[in-house]
């Protein structure tokens, strides 16, 4: 307990009038729906950025870092040009980024429920999925942030996609449902595992192969047949794939269909094991 | 007042709970008169966090059962949830939140529209004697204070049962009676309350009634007043002047008295617990047989007296062991 306040509490005296008349026994208004007690948490969500703003810090620099540092590193060797490669990169860079950010889902998860206020969320009676659903109606402002910020740096930078405002952002659109899609993945681990660290571990150990061994940065054609054939099975490849296409403004409805699949079976099942995690915790 | 009072707030049988080879609970039978405020009295380790959070529905049962109001705490979980509020051991609220935003969070969640949200957090802050900090972040409130926000959270719509899961525990006296008052009037109004505690006397004062529990058993149920006639009719209390006495002040009295004579950590006080059997009579006259004993084999007795045991004397005496001897730094 810390005693850093300035203890306004030593001049309170508990009266029998003024605390007995703010309780209402029998007085209770209707329950919330499921959608506005979901709302109610992502306010929460978004009080919590409020108040602890480093946590922005995944959304900005270090989309801003990943683009850089890819663009110049590769740019030359991949492309000829850095403003060439680009055109291909961005796409894929945001997509990198967004969903590496996923995990940070997890970890706040975890860091919650080792405190004492998740225990009173468990305790209303609410729709059960409402604060993990707040969680990342939150993590969805985040999402958005990040792209935005990677799609400013590249515009910047030279990035000129074919498709205008519209595809870009139906590209940017498909990629935040689909990062939400895919945080049920890390919701489940921070009910399921032990620590935050182990959640990390976890997350990084999914998601580096997850992101690298897909079409972010090369064509997968150039690679050798075994490599591929996991590229292309990889749902951030077709993720990537329908991004850009939108992007660019060309056709891309089965990575589009595929990518919506996905994110189908990710919120059933996993949102179902986090559910059933959540109760039995 | 109320249709509920006469019936049991909780109403538990051979409620088990265990966490690998820890039977962490093991056969807890509780019965809670609703309107009143129960204490559940124990060691650290002896079960009472976990039987609380079975019974606030965060846990679920291995065996047994577990009734709120009648409603069964897993087939009816949800019936409990909208009867029951928490209050544990560590703060309930969010740390990163101010307080009001906390309190509207909550009303937001119970169902209150916006506006209604705002006015019943700025009443209840009041009330709570928070309306200064309101907009400061709870992790800057002092430990008195976090107390305070986090009842005010707990009876934001007033509750049926309340769970005080070791309320006062690390906070400055002043701040303890702050809560026992807080307690007081929730209680008046209707509420009834589990109080889960290792000080005995804050269970003394509270409680109409106390369960004893220690590794997750009841070991002892009933009033203050019924726990301590229990153990004994009375503690005879002697202060000697001369600390090199008590050895042969100890030997008298285990004579006279014919108990077993405890050492107090003051190297002058000695105490007997005086047998049970007998009438409060006959140990008044034991005792004043004792104490001329004592004087007749040339000791000097400072302070003498013969009271009730206190709720450590009752623990020591059904559980061979202090009550203390488990305290964590928690």
Redesign the interface.
Known sequence: ?????T????????A?D???????????????SAW??SV??G??AM??IK??PDQLFDVTAFPIMMTLMFTYLFGGALAGSTTEYLQFLLPGIMVMSVVQITMYTGVAVKTDIE???F????????WRP?PMVGYLLGDLFRYAMASVVILIVGLVLGFRPGGGPVGVLAGMALLVGFSFALSWVWTMFGLLLRSEKSVMGISMLVLFPLTFLSSVFVDPRTMPGWLEAFVNVNPITQLVDAVRALMAGTTATGEIAWVLASGAVFIVVFGTLTMRLYN?? | MRKRSTDLAIETSGLVKTFGDNRAVDGLDLSVPAGTVYGVLGPNGAGKTTAVRMLATLLRPDGGEARVFGHDVVREADTVRGLVSLTGQYASVDEDMTGMENLILLGRLLGHAKPAARDRAAQLLEAFGLTEAADRQVKNYSGGMRRRIDIAASILNTPELLFLDEPTTGLDPRSRSQVWDIVRIVVAHGTTVLLTTQYLDEADRLAGRIAVIDHGRLIAEGTPGELKSSVGAGSVHVRLRDPAQRPEAERVLARELRAQVYLEADPVALTVRVNGEESDRAAAEQAARALSELAASGIVVDDFSLGQPSLDEVFLALTDRPATTEEAAA
């Open positions: 307990m810390s005693s850093t306040a203890e306004t509490g030593t001049t309170f005296a508990p029998a003024t605390l007995g008349a703010v309780l209402m026994p029998g007085a209770r208004p209707p329950r919330p506005s007690a109610t948490f306010w929460r009080l919590k108040h602890v405190k004492g206020v225990d009173r969320f468990r305790t209303l009676p609410i409402a039995r915790k």
